[in-house]
């Protein structure tokens, strides 16, 4: 099932700023699980209940699955910085 990725302004702001193969690699990894669901994901337990993480190496991209089933990504960030 394919699903469409809308990015929020942080999430692309970062994207944006980041080495251009370390943004080349979220991408890419984030088509996939739009794809079909491939990645290190997790589902997010207490105050971020609802949110998932997908874990691509160092990076962290938080995000969310809306209504109709798309993949809402509100934010990427270092592994030290995102918890």
Do not use: C
Not at 50 to 68: A, T
């Amino acid at each position: 099932m394919k699903r469409l990725l809308v990015y929020k302004p942080a999430a692309q702001r970062e994207l944006a700023h980041m080495d251009r193969s370390d943004a080349t690699r979220i991408i890419h990894a984030l088509e996939a699980f739009a794809a079909d669901g491939r990645g290190d994901v997790k589902a997010l337990k207490g105050a971020l209940k609802g949110r998932y993480r997908l874990r691509i190496g160092k990076w962290r991209v938080f995000f969310s699955l809306d209504q109709p089933g798309n993949v809402v990504v509100s934010d990427v960030d270092n592994r030290g910085q995102a918890y």
